[in-house]
């Protein structure tokens, strides 16, 4: 490989052994590598090489990657990596174990691929701030290596210490917003250092209060409450908490100032209130605390805080105090967005030391994440790590509304870093997976001059997602508190690994989110996702089964000589998949589909069994709360049809997308005149509530 962007259209020679590609960078470089037009699973890896162009092996001999693609099936193979100045190598190899079903190969052509290197897009599509450690945030730019600048003094280290790519998009979504100072952001925790460097410039300051002048100018009851307040000793100084710091540059340290990390949001109005002063932080300073950050202008409050409970979700709402529920629901009614962490108590120690099922928070929950279940614009969120795997100590369930990184600093791997001063030589330090952030200044980890330090917790995982709500809340004035959770959840990734922790395993996706907020026009964008011809369905996956509600109508019209019903049924995916009484999932082809997937617990009554005279029109409104997907169908005579063949009689497919969530019924058995207009389904969403 010479120059090493371009296509290399290729045949494995020989199936038993990879196919090497070895290259060199004089710079750092970002690179895609992307494998395509595969016949058989063929997996791709990159790794380091020495000079003469070996790779590191593992003891056992296996190479030392620092990444690879390994997708089931001939699905292409991406990789993204950045890399130091040096030698490199990107291999292929066959998987035998999974074309095992395929046989031998037939011919070389059952080998062929194409690998494509490409070292402009990345720089073209993202924008990156030059605050020395993004390096080390993982979280928002994950490269495999915690700092791809320290392996270059160890030549001995290769490994990866993170799984590429896992993070929420950051370097993407700043290319689209870093401006988040529309939007104020309360953090409601311990103290905040307001004179830290990375943080100073974005702390909030109260344009109603005039510094130093004795005064209680704004009349609110918080003298000289410049930059927030003080709530557990009552003064306008915060005791400069480590807690409540990491949490303030996790969502909002500047970012692109040459200096230290970057928060999700590079210049939101951070304004701090201390919950604990000197003391714990009792209920009646967090419930003043909400009313000041509404009173006060926010947009966006942060509560890392968790208070456990050997309660059900449904008794220790009933424990909980008028006066804290009044508080939360003044934030709803005054459109402010909240974001709690589901707490920390997800391992196996907890339920041993406390009581079994603590971390479930759909059977034993913290008061935060309950009172998130009554409120449509709060998010509970779940922590996850490195390697996109809910994190090992991190509270889950299905209640929870989304999963963001947390960090995990169990987790830990010995690097060499350049000594002191001039002396060249390396010292070795141990370095985490946690979430680097902000701490008061002088208190941190040397390796970062004191001023930063890993943590890990939902309390971190919280900060991500109140930090990304400050940016959709930014990108449009329009965006109601509501407009943001459900903003979060359509944008987020679907990872599999996550999905018991939280509700389709739906991960933060800053990115994806932001390009929702950034074309808002209302509600009905959010219907206009993952649709095409071969998955006709309506995506209800931002909802979160209970507190967000989706307000619209549906429109049916008919042109037709039969008498059809139509109607929706649930599906827990975009390809019609239904569970069975006993849980298991069917598809459709299988076995009593039709009487599965039209089961009473699956139809959705309300938009359902429409009977209209020919050339007819019928509308109907809805209100629905449940994240799922609906799917169409139809009964016409003594035939059953839905949007997907494999479960008609006649193998073909009676509903077509016509538009955005505008659906087309052919009712005659082996699709008729192919006209698809016998009944025509229009679905809109006017609000969310």
Known sequence: MGSIAG?????????????????????????????????????????????????????????????????????????????????????????????????????????????????????????????????????????????????????????????????????????????????????????????????????????????????????????????????????????????????????????????????????????????????????????????????????????????????????????????????????????????????????????????????????????????????????????????????????????????????????????YIPGPGDTGKPEKAKVNFGILSTVPVGTGNSMFGGNYDFMQGTSMASPVIAGMATLIRSANPSISAQDTLAILRAGATAEPSLASAVKGGLTANLYKSLQIAEDWTGAGDLLKLEQSDETPVVNLKFLTDGALTVKGTTTVSRSASFDPITGFYKAIDAFGSVYDGLGNIVRPGDKNYAEIALNKVNIVSSISGVSIGNEKSAINQFSLAESTFLAPYAKVNDNTWFAFKEANLDAFAHFKLLGANQFGLEDMKGGGDLDFNDHIITFAVDTLA
């Open 7 to 415: 296509n290399y259209e290729g045949t494995l020679e020989n199936p038993q052994k990879p196919q090497f590609y070895n290259f060199k960078l004089d710079k750092s470089a970002d690179i895609f590598f992307k494998l395509s037009g595969l016949k058989r699973d063929l997996d791709l890896y990159v790794t380091t090489a020495d000079g003469s162009g070996v790779p590191p092996t593992w003891s056992d001999g296996s190479i030392a990657n620092i990444g690879a693609s390994t997708n089931y099936g001939t699905s292409d193979e991406s990789i993204f990596l950045r890399l130091n100045p040096g030698s490199y190598i990107a291999y292929i190899k066959e998987n035998p174990k999974a074309n095992i079903k395929l046989g031998p190969v037939k011919s070389a052509d059952d080998l062929k691929y194409t690998l494509n290197v490409d070292d402009t897009t990345f720089g073209l599509t993202t924008k990156l701030g030059n605050d020395p450690l993004l390096n080390y945030q993982w979280y928002l730019f994950n490269t495999g290596l915690l700092n791809s600048s320290l392996v270059e003094a160890s030549p001995k280290y290769t490994g990866s210490i993170a799984t590429p790519n896992i993070d929420i998009l950051a370097p993407e979504a700043w290319k689209l917003r870093t401006d988040g100072s529309s939007a104020i952001l309360a953090i409601i925790d311990g103290g905040v250092d307001i004179d830290h460097p990375d943080l100073v410039k974005n702390i909030w300051t109260n344009p109603r209060e005039i510094p130093g002048n004795g005064f209680d100018d704004d009349g609110n009851g918080y003298p000289y409450d410049v930059n927030g307040w003080n709530f557990g000793d009552e003064t306008p100084t915060a005791k400069k908490d480590p807690h409540g710091t990491h949490v303030a540059g996790i969502a909002a340290a500047s970012g692109n100032n040459a200096i230290g990390i970057s928060g999700v949001a590079w210049n939101a109005q951070i304004m701090p209130l201390d919950v604990f002063g000197n003391g714990p932080a009792y209920d009646e300073n967090i419930i003043n605390a909400i009313y000041y950050a509404v009173n006060n202008g926010a947009k966006v409050i942060n509560i890392s805080l968790a208070s456990y409970f050997k309660l059900s979700p449904e008794d220790i709402l009933l424990a909980i105090t008028n006066e804290t529920k009044n508080a939360f629901a003044y934030a709803k009614a005054k459109d402010v967005f909240i974001a709690v962490g589901a707490g920390n108590e997800g391992d196996a120690r907890a339920d041993l030391t406390n009581w079994k099922g603590i971390g479930n928070i759909d059977r034993s929950i913290s008061k935060f994440p309950a009172i998130g279940s009554l409120f449509s614009n709060i998010a509970t969120v779940v922590s996850s790590d490195s390697t996109n795997e809910k994190a090992s100590y991190s509270s889950y369930g299905q209640s929870a509304s989304i999963a963001a990184p947390g960090g995990d600093t169990a987790k830990t791997i010995d690097l």
